[in-house]
């Protein structure tokens, strides 16, 4: 089975050598995947691409590709997903931050799920077992919770972690998918794609992880991001409605 890890970066020169070669270490341990790591950079003005390059002369499996202008965390992360479905015969692509956030080792837990059946793993913080590290702030916490309530409320109940933004998806369904034609380029597509995926019939497992904040740099957390996935998700029940009346 051939794993496009995609990595997107913006300003990340405090986490992003550390997040590959931890990502490294467990693709080392675990041989019976074919493993390649997909960096997408929207044109950072700190150290990030450097790192990449170097790291390149150490590890063959890591690709760097980017943009000129910054275009947001949901445009980034679709991108690099169309630049895998194009080039590539990856089967599976996971959504993975640079930032520390999201854990390596969940990622055998999360490709044993896909072997069992599931066409797309979420990394979930919400489960039995899942959790946030203490060190959260509580605003943050009370954001991402009260979202993802939300998220469910207009959506669906049967997932505790729609806004997990750690996630395994098989490129089959992928490319069922109008990649084109998501409503937000931020973070709200997150919950979008995980919609058309739970539309299009993808059997969808929620695996527990542990959620670490980020130790260094900035947050790339938009300010109107409340606002934009609230649009996100009432555009999304509305469409449902809809279909049913037509
Ligand atoms: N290529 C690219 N990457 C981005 C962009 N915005 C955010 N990222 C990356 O996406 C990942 C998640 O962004 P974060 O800023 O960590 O967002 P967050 O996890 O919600 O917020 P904090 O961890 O609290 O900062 C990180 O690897 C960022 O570097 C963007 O416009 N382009
Ligand atoms: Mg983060």
Redesign the pocket.
């Known amino acids: 089975m051939k794993i496009t890890i995609i990595?997107?970066?913006?300003n990340?020169e405090g986490h992003i050598e550390s997040t590959i070669l931890l990502l490294e270490d467990m693709i080392a341990k675990s041989p019976k995947y074919d493993f390649s790591i997909l960096v997408?950079?929207?044109n950072s003005n700190d150290r990030t691409p450097q790192i990449v390059k170097d790291l390149q002369q150490q590890f063959k499996n890591i690709t760097l590709i980017g943009e000129e202008q910054?275009?947001?965390?949901g445009s980034?992360y679709v991108k690099a997903m169309k630049y895998v479905i194009q080039n590539t015969d990856a089967d599976i692509v996971f959504e993975f931050?640079?930032?520390g956030?999201h854990q390596p080792r969940y990622i055998p837990d999360m490709l044993a799920a896909i072997d069992q059946g599931s066409d797309v793993v979420m990394g979930s913080r919400y489960v039995k077992g899942g959790e946030i590290s203490a060190d959260w702030a509580w605003y943050?916490y009370a954001i991402s919770a009260l979202g993802n309530w939300i998220a469910r409320f207009f959506l669906t109940w049967k997932i505790k972690d729609i806004t997990s933004?750690f996630r395994a998806t098989k490129t089959s369904y992928l490319k069922k998918v109008s990649l084109d034609n998501l409503l937000s380029n931020n973070?709200a597509y997150k919950i979008q794609l995980f919609w058309e995926l739970l539309q299009l019939g993808a059997k969808i497992q929620e695996v527990p992880i542990m959620f670490i904040?980020?130790e260094h740099g900035i947050?790339?957390?938009p300010k109107n991001n409340i606002v934009d996935s609230l649009r996100v998700v009432i555009t999304l029940r509305l469409r449902k409605i809809a279909k049913f009346f037509s």
């Open positions: 990595i997107p970066t913006y990340e997408f950079d929207s910054k275009s947001g965390l980034a931050d640079a930032d956030s943050r933004g973070y904040d980020r947050s790339k957390f």
